[in-house]
């Protein structure tokens, strides 16, 4: 036995000799916090250094005209064509590589660790995750670096409370604690940072998860601050105090940025669908997608440099006033698309990012139509802009709490704080009305995954079986596969379970993350045993059983969410999630309706 199996669980236990369960989770929430806040000051470095080397620029989209690239001035501006490509050629294979779960935006993957997984993110994610999203963005990906390092904190807080052999509940705190360390240190949002894990991760304010999420994130800001200084983040014109009438207006501007929040989520999954059909099509190795793509996303960077990276310097000057309407509109579809075709080619960054620009171009817009109507209005498009930044983000995200506070600590701005409710209640209703999924949970709806919490009525007679209300099977392995085959599977189904058969076709199994992640913390060598030692203990549900006998094992099983379901040979023929079970027993519940 090596010396950390035995200092490990001693680590954990240490806590009990001071109190409950909020102190023992206050050392390690703290040391998730502080590497929170050094991986949030080391990733905006290497995001600054990789534009640097692709662009000869400190942040491209901040420049006027299309300038060449100092280290290739042959080109002229035709290289934003070709350094998205050449990123690609660099992110592509480290992520299939080693870590395919960094592909995209990240936030979908860790809300899936918390509430189906236990918790549990490997932490090589972190690493691939920060040089991934660095090399995007730097080589022009029009993605945000907030979703990146929720990612990034969240797998090393994972990684502490597995190293520290937490149990799941608190191993889902710690990696709440990684996500809110990331927001805090990003933006210089503490508060902010607090209400986003607890709001969107946790789903949790009780005072525990409460106080060790605080711990984290303050301690987070401090190591930001100390690095890049106690300012507020974005550096916006003076905003007049706002009069009563004017309330109308921002109630207003609340129904159109709920809209275009979720108008920006079904662009984004559609792009990304047209993405999968056109690249599979060619039939070319997923690694080289971002290469192929990164060429389309480079055309795009030479008509509207403004879309390059980030692009906070755009969005400054968007909020104080120095786009003409037109402008505006144009850089709200350009972001759209931009992003959207950005992570549609398997780049990696966030949505995070993105929102907040695609609503402060609106707002500004917004803004510019009022003072056109009214002139006495032209100083408060500034205004309209921050709003806009608010709604957009709560509409999108549905996260109203965090959108509220987020602003007020980005902009430092008191006088905003009545006018920015009202606008994202107003866009968190608009959105819960047009789509029961919001940016990140539709990433998960699309695989089956259900992360909703709604009460269900008590089910009704339906003579359904589980067979006719099974998915079709995924990817499924056979018992001649090793473990470290099935892991690469499970890395490339997002995490989800996959079935394994024997020779003759059988069901012989599940794997699943858990199973797997089990495997891998107690045996080194488990590369090379068999795929039927880290199966999971689940068992199969026979097509033609009464969806309602077997309803109640099928939501159990919180390990796979969901079971296998057989024929009568044996033979697996689908899939029955927990969701899929409730909503063919519930067809007119909330569920649907939500």
Avoid at 178 to 198: Q, R, Y
Avoid at 365 to 390: K, T, Y
Avoid at 428 to 454: E, F, M, N, P, Q
Avoid at 521 to 527: C, E, H, P, T, Y
């Amino acid at each position: 036995m090596s010396t950390h199996a035995v200092t490990r669980p001693h680590l954990h236990r240490a806590g009990t000799r001071f109190g409950g369960a909020a102190v023992r989770l206050a050392f390690p929430a703290l040391v998730v916090g502080a590497g929170a806040g050094v991986a949030a000051v080391v990733f905006r470095w290497l995001i600054e250094h990789a534009t640097w080397v692709f662009s000869g620029h400190a942040d491209y989209s901040a420049t006027h005209g299309n300038p060449a690239n100092q280290w290739v001035p042959w080109l002229g501006a035709g290289f934003v064509v070709l350094a998205p490509a050449v990123g690609g050629l660099l992110y592509g294979p480290l992520i299939q590589r080693f870590a395919r779960e960094a592909r995209g935006h990240g936030v979908p993957e860790v809300m899936f660790a918390v509430a189906r997984n236990g918790g549990r993110i490997r932490g090589s994610v972190a690493v691939v995750k920060a040089v991934a999203s660095a090399i995007c963005i730097g080589a022009g990906g029009s993605v945000g670096r907030e979703g990146p390092i929720i990612q990034i904190g969240s797998a090393l807080g994972s990684t502490i409370g597995r190293w520290m052999r937490m149990p799941e509940v608190r191993l889902r705190t710690l990696v709440a604690c990684g996500a809110a360390g990331g927001i805090s240190a990003t933006f210089n949002a503490p508060v902010a940072g607090v209400f986003f894990a607890l709001e969107l991760l946790l789903c949790d304010f009780t005072p525990t998860s409460f106080g060790a999420v605080v711990i984290a994130s303050v301690t987070a800001a401090l190591i930001g601050r100390a690095a890049f200084g106690d300012t507020a983040f974005l550096h916006l014109p003076a905003i007049g105090s706002i009069t009563p009438p004017e309330y109308l207006l921002f109630a207003l501007l609340g129904l159109l940025a709920g809209a275009i929040g979720i108008g920006f989520a079904r662009v984004l999954y559609l792009v990304e669908d047209l993405c999968d059909v056109l690249w599979r099509a060619t039939k070319g190795p997923e690694w080289l997608r971002p290469v192929a793509g990164g060429l389309l996303l480079g055309l795009l960077l030479l008509v509207l440099p403004q879309m390059y990276g980030v692009g906070y310097p755009v969005l400054e000057r968007g909020v104080g006033g120095e786009y003409a309407i037109g402008f505006l509109a144009v850089l709200v579809i350009g972001k759209v698309l931009a992003t959207s075709l950005t992570l549609g080619i398997g780049g990696s960054g966030g949505v995070f990012a993105p929102s907040l620009f695609v609503g402060a171009m609106t707002g500004a817009a917004f803004g510019e139509v009022v003072a056109m109507v009214d002139p006495s209005m032209r100083g408060q498009v500034a205004a309209f802009a921050v709003v806009g930044m608010a709604a957009v983000f709560a509409g999108s995200t549905r996260a109203p709490i965090t959108a509220g506070i987020m602003l007020f600590e980005l902009t430092g701005d008191y006088a905003l704080i009545l006018p920015v409710f009202v606008a994202i209640v107003i866009a968190t209703a608009v959105s819960r009305v047009l789509s029961r999924d919001t940016i990140y949970t539709l990433k998960l709806s699309r695989r089956g995954v259900d992360l909703t919490d709604s009460a269900v009525e008590p089910p009704r007679p339906s003579g359904t079986t589980a067979g006719s209300s099974a998915r079709p099977l995924g990817d499924v392995l056979t018992t001649e596969a090793t473990a470290a085959q099935a892991l690469e599977v499970l890395e490339g189904s997002g995490g989800h379970p996959v079935v394994v058969v024997g020779v003759d076709g059988q069901f012989a199994g599940v794997v699943s993350a858990r199973s797997v992640g089990d495997a891998v913390l107690k045996d080194v060598g488990f590369a090379s045993r068999s795929v039927v030692d880290v199966v999971a203990d689940v068992r199969a549900v026979p097509a033609d059983s009464a969806l309602e006998a077997v309803v109640t094992d099928v939501v159990d099983a919180t390990e796979t969410v969901g079971l296998p379901v057989v024929d009568g040979a044996g033979r697996p023929v689908g899939w029955l999630g927990a969701s899929d079970a409730l909503r063919a027993l519930v067809p007119d519940s909330r569920m649907n309706r939500a």
